[in-house]
């Protein structure tokens, strides 16, 4: 009976998807500044074969014209104010070590340049799955012996947004096999689960119905390739497994913590959902 009571909600939840309402990729290209060349549409990785989807897609590519726009020039990015805020960061001396990040890792444009494309990413001394925030923490923890930032608030997401700067235009390229290939398995499983009274999984909205109309939502593949992503609606920067926590939530599931080895393992899958994808954070989003 509960059963078939879920059923029915789940089905009402995708009935307001509105088909009809199918928008096709307009073909617009992004080009930030008027010089970094952003790919927001390429082959489906090999893994991909059996989703059905041929061409990955930026959720640039979904956006209204004022959105895009405002990705457009980083005079009109309001993530940019986060991105100096980051800058300073990198050049305070912080915790008891005595240091900054710029001590060890000298100018960020040199030494960040292609970080952000390849992670998350296998650290060998610890033998683990690192997400870009993860290592952040470690270093500030394990090297300077500072506070970690909280994992989805602002110190982080300057960070994270000023690193990312580094590789636009660079393509995603996480690795996916090797040590990491459990993990990746664990979180393509997640993927595909179904969560909360709506039963419904990531794959359900972001692989199923991309295109279409939810709400007054248009639907995107649900890449990350442009994270963090500064949301117009929330007026700052949102980190990756904060989006992840609010589209669980609307599934009226119980989530996930941030910085959890599930988000961990859902990060590394989505993002190799994206090889191929430039590096576009921070992006901006309604
Ligand atoms: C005492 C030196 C030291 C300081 C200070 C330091 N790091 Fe690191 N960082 C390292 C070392 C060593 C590595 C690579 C080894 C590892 O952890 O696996 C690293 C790796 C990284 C990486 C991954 C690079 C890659 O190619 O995968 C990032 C990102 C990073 N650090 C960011 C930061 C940030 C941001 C700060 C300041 C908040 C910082 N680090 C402070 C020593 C430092
Ligand atoms: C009920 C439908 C629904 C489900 C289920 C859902 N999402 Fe979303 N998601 C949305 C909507 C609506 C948006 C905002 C519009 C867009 O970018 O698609 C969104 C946005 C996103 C974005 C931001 C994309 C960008 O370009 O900024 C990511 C990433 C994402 N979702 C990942 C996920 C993941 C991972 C899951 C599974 C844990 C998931 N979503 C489950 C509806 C859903």
Redo the contacts with the bound molecule.
């Keep these: 009976m509960r059963k078939v009571l879920q059923r029915t909600v789940a089905a009402m939840a995708l009935g307001s998807i509105a088909s009809i309402a199918m928008a096709q990729d307009d073909g617009a290209d992004l080009v930030i500044n008027g010089e970094i060349e952003i790919t927001v549409r390429a082959p489906a990785p090999a893994h991909m074969s059996d989703t059905g989807i041929d061409t990955i897609l930026s959720g640039w590519v979904f956006r209204s014209d004022e959105t895009r726009q405002l990705e457009m020039d980083d005079f009109d990015n309001p993530a940019f104010l986060a991105v100096d805020r980051g800058i300073e960061a990198?050049n305070t001396v912080e915790g008891t070590?005595g240091?900054?990040?710029a001590?060890?890792?000298g100018d960020v444009e040199e030494s960040?340049a292609g970080?952000r494309a390849v992670y998350p990413?296998w650290?060998e001394?610890a033998g683990e799955v690192r997400t870009?925030a993860g290592?952040?923490n470690?270093?500030?923890t394990n090297?300077?012996g500072a506070d970690a930032y909280a994992y989805d608030k602002s110190d982080m997401t300057a960070?994270e947004a000023l690193?990312s700067v580094q590789s636009r235009g660079m393509p995603v390229n996480v690795a996916i096999e090797g040590p990491v290939a459990e993990t990746w398995a664990q979180g393509q499983e997640l993927y595909y689960t179904r969560f909360g009274q709506l039963e419904l999984s990531c794959a359900n909205c972001h692989e199923q119905n991309y295109g279409n109309y939810i709400r007054a939502d248009h639907l995107s593949q649900g890449q990350i390739n442009g994270f963090p992503t500064y949301r117009l609606k929330n007026a700052g920067l949102v980190q990756t497994h904060n989006r992840f926590r609010g589209c669980i939530r609307d599934t009226r599931a119980e989530t996930f913590a941030v910085g959890s080895p599930e988000f961990v393992a859902l990060e590394l899958y989505v993002a190799s959902r994206g090889n191929g994808l430039s590096v576009e954070g921070p992006s901006v989003r309604p």
């Design positions: 990198w070590e240091k900054s990040c001590t060890c890792h960040m970080v990413r650290n001394e870009l290592q952040i470690d270093c500030r090297q300077m960070m690193i």
